[in-house]
Nanobody, 117 residues
Framework: QVQLVESGGDLVQPGGSLRLSCLASGSIFNDDTMAWYRQAPGKQRELVATITSGGTTYYQDSVKGRFTISRDNAKNTVYLQMNNLQPEDTAVYYC???????????WGQGTQVTVSS
């Protein structure tokens, strides 16, 4: 069974940085597209960034130039480096995995990021 566990969420001031981590288990991690989503209170969950098995990345416009998604296949881990954080970035951030070989998808439990003065 695939399991995703996020960590790294915290309270940070505007302009600060955080690095989120997502540890995957029970999957062929190297083959799978990974993503970060976020959901703010009262808002729909939205895609933040994706990274394919080949390293191709995609970013939502609002985070381009500030966030970087990366992966370490040896550690079965995907990261989201978040710089110049703004209050609008406040949300629960969720890790997402799409299993290539059969197309199933999985979610982590989420980690809270709060950006506030």
């Amino acid at each position: 069974q695939v399991q995703l566990v996020e960590s790294g969420g915290d309270l940070v001031q505007p302009g600060g940085s955080l690095r989120l981590s997502c540890l995957a288990s029970g999957s062929i991690f190297n083959d799978d597209t990974m993503a970060w989503y976020r959901q703010a209170p009262g808002k729909q969950r939205e895609l933040v960034a994706t990274i394919t098995s080949g390293g191709t990345t995609y970013y939502q416009d609002s985070v381009k130039g500030r966030f970087t998604i990366s992966r370490d296949n040896a550690k079965n881990t995907v990261y989201l480096q978040m710089n110049n954080l703004q209050p609008e970035d406040t949300a629960v951030y969720y890790c997402h995995e799409e299993e290539r070989w059969r197309g199933r998808t999985y979610w982590g439990q989420g980690t809270q990021v709060t950006v506030s003065s």
